[in-house]
């Protein structure tokens, strides 16, 4: 009897721990922010094409994700921004960070000045999008 429970106990464990590992497997990657709705709602996606930036960072950036795991994402694109009568179009990598309840709360904004120094913004996620 003590080696039957012995083996029921080892073989219990060992399925609370492979249900364990496939729940872990299984949780959803975060999404990011990526734009409103028509109703003024936060849109999050998981690699979204386009990202809008709004407050004082405004633009849209228009992307291809390298990496996308539960700690971080990796991707490059480029950045347009208009105001005051010109538009601005830059080539830029980004970094998502800092997941909170399922979603990245940093983009970090890498570009290169045309005299090779690299230009680093950090966006924070507030409720309307990203700011600095």
């Not at 721990?17 to 996606?45: E, F, T």
């Not at 971080?72 to 005051?84: D, E, F, P, T």
């Not at 904004?109 to 950090?122: F, H, I, R, Y």
């Amino acid at each position: 009897m003590g080696r039957l429970r012995s083996a029921l106990l080892v073989a219990t464990l060992g399925v609370f721990a492979a249900a364990s590992a496939a729940a872990a497997a299984a949780s959803p990657l975060p999404r990011i922010w990526a734009s409103v709705n028509s109703k003024g709602a936060a849109v999050y996606k998981v690699r979204p094409r386009t990202i809008d930036l709004a407050e004082a960072a405004g633009g849209t950036l228009t992307l291809s994700w390298s990496s996308w795991t539960r700690s971080a994402a990796n991707g490059a694109g480029q950045a347009v921004a208009s105001g005051m009568g010109t538009t601005t179009t830059l080539n830029v990598k980004v970094h998502a960070s800092a997941v909170k309840h399922g979603r990245f709360t940093r983009l970090t904004l890498t570009t290169t000045a045309s005299n090779g120094t690299p230009d680093v913004e950090k966006l924070h996620l507030s409720a309307n999008g990203w700011i600095i």
